[in-house]
Structure formats: C-alpha cells, structure tokens
C-alpha cells in the first residue's frame, strides 16, 4: 500500500511557474507507476501526466504538452511536476495517484494540492 502527500501549490500569476512535488511512503513506491491528475471546479477530474516505474517514460496532456514535466526519484519516494508558463486554465486542484504497473488503474491517491493561476 502506498500513501501519497501533494505539496507545493500556490497562487501564481500566468507565465509564472510551479513545481509540485508528491512524498510517497512505503518501500514498495518504486513499483507502481505514477501520475498527476487535475480537477478544476464543475469539471471532472483529468489526466495531466504520468511516468513508469522506472521514470524513464512520460506521458502527457496535450494541453500540459511542452509546459509541464514529470519526473520520479524513487530513492526518495518522489514525484514532482514541474509546471512552466502557467495558464489561467490550469487553475485546479492537482492529485498525485498511483498504480500498479500495467494496470491504469490509479488505486492511491493523495489529499490534492490547490494551483490557482491569475490572469
């Protein structure tokens, strides 16, 4: 089991950056595949990105495509996202979740860290 703990949210004005990290516990972080989701008020929650076990692939959001960047330090039981050129519509509550590899299926999830972008 793993549990998940987002930090790093903010109040940014657009074109500024963001980096969001997600402190994970358990020994066995380093085999579950990793992901950042987001929800904005009255939406549904999306998928933002995501990388595997071993971090060494990512997958993105074209929306986030070029702006945001995943990545893992399983040594440290970390994922961050570093978030550049923020977006008015980025403005959400960002999730850190995880999976067991393959599955897709995101079973841990942590408490949500709120980004808010002004224009």
């Known amino acids: 089991q793993v549990q998940l703990v987002e930090s790093g949210g903010g109040l940014v004005q657009a074109g500024d950056s963001l980096r969001l990290s997600c402190a994970a516990s358990?020994?066995?972080?380093?085999?579950?595949?990793t992901g950042w989701f987001r929800q904005a008020p009255g939406k549904e929650r999306e998928f933002v990105a995501a990388?595997?076990?071993?971090?060494?692939?990512?997958y993105y959001a074209d929306s986030v495509k070029g702006r945001f960047s995943i990545s893992r330090d399983n040594a440290k039981n970390i994922v961050t996202l570093q978030m550049n050129s923020l977006k008015p519509e980025d403005t959400a509550v960002y999730y850190c979740?995880?999976?067991?590899?393959?599955?897709?299926?995101?079973?841990?999830w942590g408490q949500g860290t709120q980004v808010t972008v002004s224009s």
């Open positions: 979740a995880a999976a067991l590899p393959g599955t897709g299926s995101y079973d841990y």
């Open positions: 358990g020994r066995t972080f380093s085999l579950y595949d």
């Open positions: 990388t595997i076990q071993n971090g060494r692939n990512a």
